[in-house]
């Protein structure tokens, strides 16, 4: 396999690579990808387009493992999966948060893809960014049932029974995978790095919406504060992202008015 870097092009490295012939398919792709160590002193950013054999399926995850297997193993992103489950494979995809796995070539309906690291997270390094405030922002919100008759890290006792219509209120929430794609499309995480995010606050309504649970003094603290659940203003570019059909923007919504309810029930 022959491996070409033209010289003399700082911003921009094109890496020609010997394709093998396939049988059933030879069309190529050019996949444009972010390149930056922020660590790594001198280290620009930049994006390194790469030819990539395009194989009937083939996703953008694949688009990248294909890339580091043949032509550039330094290159990073994070997958697990492959399925759409673990929600590890966020990246921005021709300028859209999407999930790579999850994303085939063929629909993009291109020749050309651009694949970048989310937007309102930092970057570690390429396409790979840092989740930390985001499973912060998650777990601030207490994202689990509260008993107070145990005490809240103990286990209950017995089943607690649920109607299909108390189930159903808060169901569509517990599709979430923590991908963080909502989270990177929002305007105001790009505004408000404390602002908890769709992601957190759909979860707090989930639970806090959850007949079992007895813990809304205890979260409320958190989603009624300057960085909870008032901060949005209902952009919708969250639950237009989302993966997994959540709608993480009306969650916030109802969140709101669940605030507004307990705030001046009467005693
Ligand atoms: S609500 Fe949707 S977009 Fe947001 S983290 Fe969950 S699955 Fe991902
Ligand atoms: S690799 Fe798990 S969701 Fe994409």
Not at 81 to 101: A, D, E, Y
Not at 239 to 247: F, I
Request: charged share 25%; glycine share 8%.
């Amino acid at each position: 396999m022959v491996v070409e870097i033209k010289q003399g092009e700082p911003v921009e490295k094109i890496l020609h690579v010997s394709v093998p012939t396939l049988a059933t398919d030879t069309r190529t792709i050019l996949l444009r990808v972010y390149r930056h160590n922020p660590n790594a002193r001198g280290d620009e950013p930049r994006m390194v387009t790469y030819r990539v054999p395009c194989t009937k399926g083939l996703t953008v995850l694949d688009a990248l493992l294909w890339v580091k297997e043949h032509v550039d193993n330094g290159l990073a992103f994070r997958y697990s999966c492959r399925m759409g489950i673990c929600g590890s494979c966020g990246m921005l995809i021709n300028g859209k948060p999407m999930l790579g796995c999850e994303t085939q070539i063929s629909e993009l309906g291109t020749d050309v893809v651009e694949v970048g690291p989310l937007t309102n997270y930092p970057v570690v390094r390429d396409v790979a960014t840092d989740f930390t405030d985001f499973f912060s922002h998650h777990n601030r919100v207490r994202p689990y049932l509260i008993r107070k008759e145990n005490g809240e890290d103990k286990p209950v006792e017995k089943e607690l029974l649920q109607t299909e219509e108390q189930k159903l209120e808060y169901y569509q929430f517990t599709m979430c995978i923590m991908c963080g794609l909502c989270d990177a499309a929002c305007p105001i995480v790009a505004m408000d790095r404390e602002f908890l995010g769709p992601q957190a606050l759909a979860q707090a309504y989930r639970f806090a919406i959850d007949s079992r649970d007895q813990g809304w003094t205890e979260r409320a603290e958190v989603v009624d504060s300057p960085h909870g659940c008032f901060r949005c203003e209902l952009a919708g570019s969250c639950s237009a992202v989302c993966p997994k059909g959540v709608d993480p923007g009306m969650g916030v919504q109802l969140l709101k008015r669940e605030v507004l309810k307990r705030r001046f029930a009467r005693p």
